[in-house]
């Protein structure tokens, strides 16, 4: 497809599990976001990739998430022993390169993946 | 204090009125401001994106950045049911947007 794609559309889990995020980004965006939306607080930055590497893990909320991608593409948001508080959406997004305008450019959003823990 | 400020609304209006958004930041080295909107279980899309002080028009959609008071509107005019969504405020560097968070808006026919 066209657009950014992630799944599960919907997770519910037992607090205590791990769940795996994935997001497919835009073929040939190279920058991609990680961006936590709980109800009535906006997006939550989480974690920006440049290519395979993360040069901004700063919004990572606990050693309990981790991230990765793969190929320049496709990224896994990873979460450990999952809580109650870490219910929420997790959007995924991408942007084409813009090293030379310095800017982020455009975020193209998924639909998210909607995680509930019981 | 959060870097963006977004006033959290609900906000009515009937149809066809001019409907004011507005945000506040504090971070002085923002550069990007961008304002997207996002329907029930959809994620966000981009309505208008500025890297300047001023005015940029787009249709019935006009955002505004005042630097010097770190101030960010989005207006729209001629409001209708369709424009009926969470729009968000966002600002930031060329790594990392943050986002305010959000103001629902319904439009009544």
């Known amino acids: 497809g066209a657009g950014v794609s992630q799944s599960p559309s919907n997770k519910v889990t037992e607090k205590g599990k791990d769940v795996e995020l994935r997001c497919d980004p835009i073929?040939?965006?190279?920058?991609l976001y990680w961006y936590r939306q709980s109800l009535g607080q906006g997006l939550e930055f989480l974690i920006y990739?440049?290519?395979?590497?993360?040069?901004?893990k700063s919004g990572l909320p606990s050693d309990r998430f981790s991230a990765e991608r793969t190929g320049g593409s496709v990224s896994t948001l990873t979460i450990q022993r999952t809580q109650q508080e870490d219910s929420a959406v997790y959007l995924c997004?991408?942007?084409?390169?813009?090293?030379?305008?310095?800017?982020?450019?455009?975020?193209?959003f998924g639909e998210g993946s909607r995680l509930t823990v019981l | 204090q959060k870097e963006v400020e977004q006033d959290p609304g609900p906000l009515s209006v009937p149809e066809g009125a001019i409907v004011s958004l507005n945000c506040t930041y504090s971070?002085?080295?923002?550069?990007?401001f961008m304002w997207y909107r996002q329907y029930s279980r959809k994620g966000p899309e981009l309505l208008m994106y500025?890297?300047?002080?001023g005015n940029k028009e787009d249709g019935r959609f006009t955002a505004q950045v005042d630097k010097s008071s770190k101030y960010i509107s989005l207006f729209i005019r001629d409001s209708q049911p369709s424009d009926s969504a969470t729009y968000l405020c966002?600002?930031?560097?060329?790594?990392?947007?943050?986002f305010g968070s959000g103001t629902q808006l319904t439009v009544l026919p």
């Open positions: 500025t890297y300047s002080s």
């Open positions: 990739f440049q290519g395979n590497s993360a040069p901004d």
């Open positions: 997004a991408s942007s084409p390169n813009m090293v030379l305008a310095g800017g982020p450019g455009e975020l193209f």
């Open positions: 971070n002085s080295a923002f550069q990007y």
């Open positions: 073929s040939g965006h190279t920058a």
């Open positions: 966002a600002a930031g560097s060329a790594r990392q947007l943050t």
